[in-house]
């Protein structure tokens, strides 16, 4: 199953990638846990992306798409896998369609999780606290200067990304809003249904259209 997880910062794709890694067998592949471990490691990319990261701002997008096709290559893909936070905005959709054309692994079904915009702060102070209680580093774009920033960035940039995969009748939307394993429920509920769709034997060649 390939699987797009679209929501704003706090949202709950990381909680809810976590179940479908276990649920499914398929590798989480989240652009800003990719990006961090970048930074972390001040590789050449990480170097570019960190002040943009602690502002709150996007990475360009053919660095991003680079990352994404380089991971997606990796064997563990073969099987499907869950994008969190990939694509963000047009451009990185139209190369994500290049990239899974090329290895004939269409996108099979895109969750957008739906969430009350002021509860995003909560849970991002919540998040914050979780990793300073643990000992973690608290990240440094997990404030509410930047979480704005974020969201508004997420706003302004994911629309026509919404409408590209709606067209294309892979949109699901989801309430985000409940607690974490009623949320998990209705996910289980698109994916199963999705399951169905693909097993009924529509050519690949058809769904790249
Ligand atoms: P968020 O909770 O804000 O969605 P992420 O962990 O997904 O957090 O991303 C953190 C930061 O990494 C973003 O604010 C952005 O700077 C960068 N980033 C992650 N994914 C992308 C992407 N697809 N395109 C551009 N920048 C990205």
């Known amino acids: 199953m390939r699987i797009i997880l679209l929501g704003p910062p706090g949202a709950g794709k990381g909680t809810q990638a976590q179940y479908l890694v276990e649920t499914y067998g398929i590798p989480h ?11 972390a490691a001040q590789t050449e990319i990480g170097k570019k992306a960190e002040a943009l990261m602690t502002a709150g701002q996007l990475v360009p997008d053919d660095v991003v798409a680079g990352i994404v096709a380089e991971r997606l290559e990796r064997p563990d893909c073969k099987t499907g896998f869950i994008l969190d936070g990939f694509p963000r ?12 054309r090329a290895a004939a692994m269409p996108i099979d079904v895109v969750i957008s999780l739906q969430v009350d915009e002021h509860a995003l702060g ?31 960035e997420y706003n302004g940039k994911i629309s026509p990304v919404v409408e590209y995969y709606d067209s294309l009748g892979l949109l699901h939307a989801v309430n985000g809003m409940g607690d974490i394993a009623a949320v998990s429920s209705l996910i289980d509920a698109i994916l199963s249904s999705t399951r169905f769709s693909i097993n009924s034997g529509q050519q690949i060649a058809d769904r790249f259209k």
């Open 29 to 39: 592949l989240s652009t800003g846990d990719m990006l961090r471990s970048a930074v």
């Open 89 to 100: 905005t047009l451009v990185q959709a139209q190369e994500l369609h290049k990239i899974l």
């Open 122 to 152: 909560n849970r991002i102070e919540g998040r914050a606290m979780e990793a300073r209680a643990a000992g973690r580093e608290v990240r440094s774009d997990d404030n509410p200067e930047v979480l704005k920033r974020r969201v508004s």
